[in-house]
C-alpha cells in the first residue's frame, strides 16, 4: 500500500497498543498487501455467518459475524499502519487498499439482507445497502480523480456501516434468544441505505461546490 495523498482520519492510530501491534507487524515478513487480501477473507467469513444463520438461526453464527467484521476492519487499520508508519508502501498498493473493501462491503451486507427473516424483501435490502456502500467510495474517489479534495465524510462512511452492522449482530443475538425476532437487523440495514444515500449526496455536493467555486 503506498502513502495516500490523504489517509482516513482515524483516531485509534494513535493508542499505544494499536502502535506496538502495528510495530510488531512491520518486524515481520508481512506487506500491507496481504494485510489487505486478508480482510477479504474476514469478510467471507462473516457473509459465511450470516447466511449459515439464515438457515439456522443460531444466535452465536451472529455474534461470530461481527467478530469477523471488526477483523476486517482491523486488517484495514493495520494495512496502512504497516504501509505508511512501517515504510513498507508499494507502488501497487492503493489498488490492494481499495480493491479489496469493494469486495468485502457487498460481501456483508448483502449477506447480512438474506439473514433476516422478518420481512420477505431482506435480499433485495441487503444488495441495496451493497450496492450504495461501493457508490460512497466511488463518489470519493472519482472526486479525488477530478481534482477534488478527498472526501471521508459521513454519515455512512465505511467504518461507520461496520458499526452499526456489529451492534446490530450482538443486539439481534439477544432478539433471538428472547424473543425469537431479528428486528434490528432490519432496521440496521435500512439506516445504512439511508444515510449512505445521503453520504453520496453529500460528497457530490461537496465535490461540485469545490470545483464550481
Known sequence: MNE???????KVRDVKLV????????????????ISVTSVFFALLAAACFLLFAHYSYWWLLILAGLMI???????????????EGGKSTKSGELFNDIPDRVADPLILVSAGYAIHVVSYGGELGWCAGLFAVMTAY??????SIGAPVDFKGPMAKQHRMAVLTIACVITALEI????T????????????????????????????????
Open 4 to 10: 495516500p495523498s490523504a489517509r482516513r482520519p482515524l
Open 139 to 144: 463518489i470519493r474517489t472519482l472526486n479525488a
Open 177 to 180: 434468544v428472547f424473543r425469537q
Open 19 to 34: 502502535n506496538t501491534f502495528a510495530r510488531y507487524l512491520s518486524g515481520k515478513n508481512i506487506t500491507p498487501n496481504q
Open 182 to 213: 431479528d428486528y434490528t437487523l432490519l432496521i440496521a440495514l435500512i439506516v445504512i441505505v439511508v444515510c449512505c444515500v445521503i453520504t453520496c449526496i453529500r460528497r457530490t455536493i461537496s465535490a461540485y461546490r469545490f470545483l464550481e467555486a
Open 70 to 84: 471488526q477483523c476486517r476492519l482491523l486488517c484495514n487499520l493495520f494495512d496502512g499502519m504497516v504501509a505508511v
